[in-house]
Every structure is written in structure tokens, then in C-alpha cells.
């Protein structure tokens, strides 16, 4: 079975620029969340979807947002860029049925922001 | 609201000597407790969880953690480290809330295990 697959693999970016990432969850995971990874802030919640919906949701501006398609694969947009926002960008995936579920997690998307 | 607190962003040992990663949580009721891993360019791994019943719980790759509510603590520990086991380890939880907290872990800063020959 594949695992969390995200693409790209690697981004540099300036400020003021948007930018969308995507995971692909592993096959039959409905839920794929979404997290920041970086030195100073460690590991925070951006947001959960499940079915296509949006079912919770971490402390980020609204810059920050995401979306979930019909085969679950999502995507999460930043827009209007900060140096701030450079960091590891990791999903993971899950049945999304119950609070303790194991999350499969991604290898990431580094984005750089200059 | 919950939060994680890994004591020591950075631990050292021998390799075949005992690892020790130590992990508190602040909780109102018992959470939902994990131990991640993540080794270099890649993303995190489960270890290991705790949801109820027995409080040793036992991981993969030799790990185990023992849940104590009254120092509400979780801490990790592996009789014998090996050179693989080098990585940043971290301690999560997940919070009690139904349909509000799928997905949401909170995790601690992480653990670095650096294991010296």
C-alpha cells in the first residue's frame, strides 16, 4: 500500500506570492490533516478534512486554507506569502473515525519563502 | 486547553545503554497520549499510543511507555539503544472533544537522541 504522498517535495517562493501544496492520503483514508513544522514553533495544527469538509481547525490566518477533493486528495493554499511562513509542511492521513486513530504522516513539502 | 512538555530538547547516550525521553502533559482528564518519531527528511511515525486500559504500553523497534496519571506523565524508554534509534522524538496528545478533535494532536518540542557508538 502507498503511503501519504505529497508534491512537491521542495518550494521557494517570495514574499507576497501564493502558493498550493498537495497530499495524496493513502488509499481508503478519508481524513488528511495538516500540519506546520517549524524551528521556533514546533509542530501546530493548521486544519482536518473529512469528506470533502472542513471539520476542524487550528489558530492560523485566514491566509492559510485548504480543500479536500472527491478521492480525498487535498491541497492547502498560503496566500499572500510572509517570511514567516517558511517551514516543513506535513500531512497525514487517517480513517477519520475516531480521536485516537493513528495518523499516517508524509514526508512534507519544505517551503521556502524569500 | 491541553499542552505537551518534553523535558530536554537534546539527550545523548551510548549505544546499549537504557534511553529515557521524558514527556508531561497538562490535562483536566486523561487525554489520549502518543510518542512520534521523525528521522531526518522524513515525516513522523507512530511509536506508539495510549488510549485507556493498560498503562505500559508497548511500540514498535523495542519502545515502551508507561502511563502515570498522578505525574501525569508518559515518558519513553528503550532498554537498549541502537544506532538506528537516532532521530527527534515526540511526545503528542490528542484532545478529548468528539467530532472537534479529529486529527488535532498537540505535540511537544521534540526530543533529539543522539546515540554514540
Known amino acids: 500500500k502507498a503511503g501519504v504522498t505529497q508534491t512537491p517535495r521542495y518550494l521557494i517562493k517570495t514574499r507576497g506570492q501564493q502558493v498550493t501544496l498537495s497530499c495524496s492520503p493513502i488509499s481508503g483514508h478519508r481524513s488528511v490533516s495538516w500540519y506546520q513544522q517549524t524551528p521556533g514553533q514546533g509542530l501546530q495544527f493548521l486544519f482536518e478534512?473529512?469528506?470533502?469538509?472542513?471539520?476542524n481547525k487550528g489558530n492560523f490566518p485566514g491566509r492559510f486554507s485548504g480543500r479536500q477533493f472527491s478521492n480525498s486528495r487535498s491541497e492547502m493554499n498560503v496566500s499572500t506569502l510572509e517570511l514567516g511562513d517558511s517551514a516543513l509542511y506535513l500531512c497525514?492521513?487517517?480513517?477519520?473515525?475516531?480521536?485516537?486513530?493513528?495518523?499516517?504522516f508524509g514526508s512534507g513539502t519544505q517551503l521556502s519563502v524569500l | 486547553a491541553q499542552s505537551v512538555t518534553q523535558l530536554g530538547s537534546h539527550v545523548s547516550v551510548s549505544e546499549g545503554a537504557l534511553v529515557l525521553l521524558r514527556c508531561n502533559y497538562s490535562s483536566s482528564v486523561p487525554p489520549y497520549l502518543f510518542w512520534y518519531v521523525q528521522y531526518p527528511n522524513q515525516g513522523l511515525q507512530l511509536l506508539l499510543k495510549y488510549t485507556t486500559g493498560a498503562t505500559l504500553v508497548k511500540g514498535i523497534n523495542g519502545f515502551e511507555a508507561e502511563f502515570k496519571k498522578s505525574e501525569t506523565s508518559f515518558h519513553l524508554t528503550k532498554p537498549s539503544a541502537h544506532m538506528s534509534d537516532a532521530a527527534e522524538y515526540f511526545c503528542a496528545v490528542a484532545p478529548l472533544g468528539g467530532g472537534t478533535s479529529y486529527g488535532k494532536l498537540t505535540f511537544g518540542q521534540g526530543t533529539i537522541l543522539t546515540v554514540h557508538p
Open positions: 478534512y473529512f469528506s470533502e469538509t472542513q471539520r
Open positions: 497525514a492521513s487517517s480513517n477519520g473515525q475516531g480521536v485516537g486513530e493513528k495518523l499516517f
